[in-house]
């Protein structure tokens, strides 16, 4: 049974950086691919950034390219994701996702494992 355990949110000021982490447990990720997703207040779930477990390939959305980095420490079986530069547009509630699969991709509907998200407040 695979589980997805966000932590490291919380309230910050504009400009301020967090760390989140993912940790993942229940079986091998190596032929896995890793998402971070966020939904805001009235918003639909957005993606973020994504992570192929195996060959570090990343990509991100356009809003967070240049501010936010994903990685992973394989021998942890976790996955980052470091938000610098932090605006009240990114206040959101913020999600972990694996899928199966090496390739990235930026739909919910692809991902079938997610954690139960932690919340990422940036005051201004």
């Known amino acids: 049974q695979v589980q997805l355990v966000e932590s490291g949110g919380g309230l910050v000021q504009a400009g301020d950086s967090l760390r989140l982490s993912c940790a993942a447990s229940?079986?091998?990720?190596?032929?896995?691919?890793m998402g971070w997703f966020r939904q805001a207040p009235g918003k639909e779930r957005e993606f973020v950034a994504t992570?192929?477990?195996?060959?570090?390939?990343?990509y991100y959305a356009d809003s967070v390219k240049g501010r936010f980095t994903i990685s992973r420490d394989n021998a942890k079986n976790t996955v980052f994701l470091q938000m610098n530069s932090l605006k009240p547009e990114d206040t959101a509630i913020y999600y972990c996702a694996a899928r199966g699969g090496v390739g990235l991709t930026t739909s919910t509907d692809s991902y079938s494992y997610w954690g139960q998200g932690t919340q990422v407040t940036v005051s201004s």
């Open positions: 229940g079986r091998t990720f190596s032929s896995f691919s």
């Open positions: 992570i192929s477990w195996s060959t570090g390939r990343t």
